[in-house]
Nanobody, 123 residues
Framework: QVPLVESGGGSVQAGGSLRLSCTAS????????MGWFRQAPGKEREGVAV???????TYRDSAKGRFTISRDNAKNALYLQMNSLKPEDTATYYC?????????????????WGQGTQVTVSA
């Protein structure tokens, strides 16, 4: 088993939706901040959405209003509902876990990662 495993990626046309899932194996991440990050070819990894240990969510501006992050502690899972997808959302999406009160800007603070799931949005 691996710490975190992402799924739900795929190819979709602009305006479509995808729901990403991240499942943890064994370890419980209740006390961690968990988030979704993405990396497009030739670009650095960036935070998309983060939900902290109190259930408070933060989003980068381009995702706000379109994406919703949620977590299910009973299932030890993290989700990202992605609506109104745009071609600029195309990237490999990673699930990560970090310090309790981290935000989407704190990429360097996250130290548990999944293998990534590819999201491709065509025009």
């Amino acid at each position: 088993q691996v710490p975190l495993v992402e799924s739900g990626g795929g190819s979709v046309q602009a305006g479509g939706s995808l729901r990403l899932s991240c499942t943890a194996s064994g370890y419980r991440y209740t006390s961690y901040c968990m988030g979704w990050f993405r990396q497009a070819p030739g670009k650095e990894r960036e935070g998309v959405a983060v939900i902290d240990g109190d259930g408070h969510s933060t989003y980068r501006d381009s995702a706000k209003g379109r994406f919703t992050i949620s977590r299910d502690n009973a299932k030890n899972a993290l989700y990202l509902q992605m609506n109104s997808l745009k071609p600029e959302d195309t990237a490999t999406y990673y699930c990560g876990a970090g310090p309790f009160y981290s935000t989407y800007e704190d990429v360097a603070n996250f130290d548990h990662w999944g293998q990534g799931t590819q999201v491709t949005v065509s025009a």
